[in-house]
């Protein structure tokens, strides 16, 4: 922290929308955990306002209050819903079979859908427009809502808001809802079968 305050950290942004070309946005829209510790002045450091990579103990994931007969089912996103992977260098994802048809189910069914990745939030942001385009998910909680723990982020869903005894998770990695072990369900991890019935 003594570095810190000889440090000027600031966002490359499109001041007033002046450059129509520029990729930039014209505030940062993040909360960026410790800039209260940032210099005001001294050398700066210009940064990309990309989503936080790393998880924001401070920040508090509740979600917006629902109505008392409603269960919240809470999905991971990779390995459990998509397989991402990279082809001549270029992103893509492939769809666990029965995803469309599990998610119009549960939606049928009443049930709150919120997707609670570890991943990034554009990264995430950009599956989850593209596989959901009816909007059947209702909330989307990212890496910067988990809790680190070792090498992976656990999913606290003491902090989402929600009564547990109406919430269940549905995740590839058990040590996530390790918080909460009886309101998860293990699914096994998929990447390319294409025969894989665990969602139906």
């Given at each position: 922290?003594?570095?810190?305050?000889?440090?000027?950290?600031?966002?490359?942004?499109?001041?007033?929308?002046?450059?129509?070309?520029?990729?930039?946005?014209?505030?940062?829209?993040?909360?960026?955990?410790?800039?209260?510790?940032?210099?005001?002045?001294?050398?700066?450091?210009?940064?990309?306002?990309?989503?936080?990579?790393?998880?924001?103990?401070?920040?508090?994931?509740?979600?917006?209050?629902?109505?008392?007969?409603?269960?919240?089912?809470?999905?991971?996103?990779?390995?459990?819903?998509?397989?991402?992977?990279?082809?001549?260098?270029?992103?893509?994802?492939?769809?666990?079979?029965?995803?469309?048809?599990?998610?119009?189910?549960?939606?049928?069914?009443?049930?709150?859908?919120?997707?609670?990745?570890a991943a990034t939030q554009d990264y995430a942001d950009w599956v989850?427009?593209?596989?959901?385009?009816?909007?059947?998910?209702?909330?989307?909680?990212?890496?910067?809502?988990?809790?680190?723990?070792?090498?992976?982020?656990?999913?606290?869903?003491?902090?989402i808001g929600r009564d547990l005894d109406r919430c269940l998770i549905?995740?590839?990695?058990?040590?996530?809802?390790?918080?909460?072990?009886?309101?998860?369900?293990?699914?096994?991890?998929?990447?390319?079968?294409?025969?894989?019935?665990?969602?139906?």
């Amino acid at each position: 922290s003594k570095m810190l305050q000889y440090m000027c950290f600031k966002p490359l942004l499109n001041i007033d929308g002046a450059d129509p070309d520029c990729p930039w946005p014209r505030e940062d829209p993040y909360n960026r955990y410790g800039a209260d510790q940032f210099a005001h002045d001294g050398s700066l450091i210009w940064f990309e306002p990309l989503p936080p990579m790393l998880p924001n103990l401070e920040e508090n994931p509740k979600l917006p209050p629902v109505g008392p007969d409603v269960y919240t089912l809470v999905l991971d996103l990779d390995e459990t819903l998509v397989h991402y992977y990279e082809l001549d260098g270029m992103g893509n994802y492939d769809i666990r079979p029965g995803m469309h048809e599990f998610l119009e189910r549960m939606n049928q069914l009443g049930y709150e859908i919120v997707i609670f990745t570890a991943a990034t939030q554009d990264y995430a942001d950009w599956v989850i427009d593209q596989i959901d385009p009816g909007r059947l998910i209702h909330h989307r909680l990212y890496r910067q809502h988990a809790l680190p723990w070792g090498p992976i982020f656990v999913k606290d869903m003491s902090k989402i808001g929600r009564d547990l005894d109406r919430c269940l998770i549905i995740d590839n990695v058990q040590e996530n809802f390790m918080l909460q072990p009886h309101n998860g369900i293990f699914i096994v991890t998929w990447y390319d079968d294409p025969h894989d019935t665990a969602l139906f």
